[in-house]
């Protein structure tokens, strides 16, 4: 059981260029979540996912984009990097609602754009 | 809006000693639940304890336990018998039912534990 995992664990960019940032859970969760940390702050929510097939924006979802294909995946998407996207991105998961909201998280990849 | 506030960027404790870590929060919900998450050096991000807004008792988890007031929007918690692997970012967070799962963090405090 390997909760939630994150590839890749670091990346460096140029600015301009597109990736993607994978997320993936083994415990059979409905919610999934991508947060970007920047130092001297907690996490911020940038989009989130309720379901297969459904996404939603959070707190700081601008030059972001998700896709939710398969319950266990969450990918996260930047079409054009920018210096102000370094940060290091979690990727977390979740129940249902109703549960202990408890949110499990994964190890993080740190990004840095250039 | 909710907001999550720790106001103490930084603290340092004698190993074997007690600290207690800060956290004040804003909401006009009733329902809610509040966290405290551990982040090591290694960045994972680990699940001290959990309080049910709607639990008069105070959770605990071995040496960690907190002191939930309510009226007072406020939630410490208390490190007993710190240990050498307690050093880290500490987050408080908070999150109201109903909700679909927006984590609220404050900005974290900064635990060092000296030998």
């Not at chain 1, 702050?41 to 984009?65: C, F, Q, W």
């Not at chain 2, 956290?23 to 982040?39: A, V």
């Not at chain 2, 008792?57 to 710190?82: C, G, H, M, P, W």
């Amino acid at each position: 059981n390997a909760g939630v995992t994150q590839t890749p664990k670091f990346r460096v960019l140029k600015t301009g260029q597109s990736m993607t940032l994978l997320c993936a859970q083994d415990m059979n969760h409905e919610y999934m979540y991508w947060y970007r940390q920047d130092p001297g702050m907690g996490l911020r929510l940038i989009h989130y996912s309720v379901g297969e097939g459904t996404t939603a924006k959070g707190e700081v979802p601008d030059g972001y984009n998700v896709s939710r294909l398969k319950k266990q995946n969450f990918l996260l998407g930047l079409e054009s990097a920018a210096p102000s996207q370094t940060s290091v991105y979690f990727c977390a998961s979740s129940k249902l609602l109703g549960g202990s909201y408890e949110q499990y998280f994964g190890p993080g990849t740190r990004l840095t754009v250039t | 809006a909710q907001t999550v506030t720790q106001s103490q960027p930084e603290m340092s404790v004698q190993e074997a000693e007690t600290v207690t870590l800060s956290c004040t929060y804003d909401t006009s919900e009733s329902d809610y639940y509040l966290f405290w998450y551990k982040q090591p050096p290694s960045r994972q991000m680990i699940l001290v304890i959990r309080q049910e807004a709607y639990k008069q008792q105070n959770a605990t988890e071995n040496r960690f336990s907190v002191n939930f007031q309510k009226a007072a929007k406020s939630f410490s918690l208390k490190i007993s018998d710190s240990q050498l692997g307690d050093a880290a970012m500490y987050f408080c967070a908070y999150i109201y039912g109903g909700s679909q799962g927006n984590l609220i963090f404050g900005k974290g405090t900064k635990l060092s534990v000296k030998p």
